[in-house]
């Protein structure tokens, strides 16, 4: 039986970063994938499900990733959205595909938003069975870096806007294409983890969201040969 109340409706621009306990602070993304065709499965398991922060400060929000099927892929299509546990008319649709892409060492969680405007949200994660570990936007990460390091920090090789947002602090639309992106990050994604490992004060830290419920078990390839 649902027990939530209805209530006013929020920002759905915050969704993704306030179950992250991120929200608040500068975004960014993408008009292109950072996705290249890639052969066979991804190294992230299923993350169908629901999700929730370890912090109990954050505990009004769940992340829902709902598929069809068992997916191992390196993109997967999916419902995700966030659920106020306090409010049904506050539940907000973030994202319709969800990319695991590795890069210079890391993996990158990439989400496709929904609606006209199909722009791509980027965020450094660790993941296993039971949790999805994040440091937070990566673009969001970069401007606030920048701004108390542009040496260490350079946009350079980017091509960009930034706009002021009355929601989430200053947002950086990308457009460079996706051999850009993927160039660019090679080189500066490692100094962007460096400063989740050291807490970096100007920077972001590690968030760790806990399965909520049970993963699905591995589903077995299909028996592909003759029958005697």
Known sequence: ????????????????????????????????????????TSSVPDVTGLWQSS???WHDTVLQIAAEDYDVGH??????????????????????EICFVPI??????QVRGTGEARLYQHFLVKI?????????????????LNRHHPTQFSMEGLEYTIRSSPFSGNEMIITSPTDELRAYLEV??????????????EGQHWARLERLTPARPAEKAADSSPSP
Request: glycine share 10%.
């Open 75 to 96: 993109c997967r299509v999916a419902d995700i959205r966030i659920l106020d546990m306090r409010s049904i008319e506050d539940d907000a649709v973030v994202g319709d």
């Open 188 to 201: 500066h994604l490692p100094n962007i983890a460096r400063t989740c490992d050291e807490e970096d004060e």
């Open 1 to 40: 039986m649902e027990t939530r109340t209805l209530g006013h409706g929020r920002l759905a621009v915050l969704s993704l970063f306030t179950i992250l306990g991120l929200c608040g602070c500068d975004d960014g993304y993408t008009i292109h994938s950072l996705y290249q065709a890639t052969p066979g």
């Open 104 to 109: 210079a060492g890391h993996t990158i969680m």
């Open 128 to 144: 296993d069975q039971d949790s999805i570990t994040t440091c937070g936007s990566i673009w969001g990460q970069l401007m606030t």
């Open 55 to 57: 912090d109990p400060g």
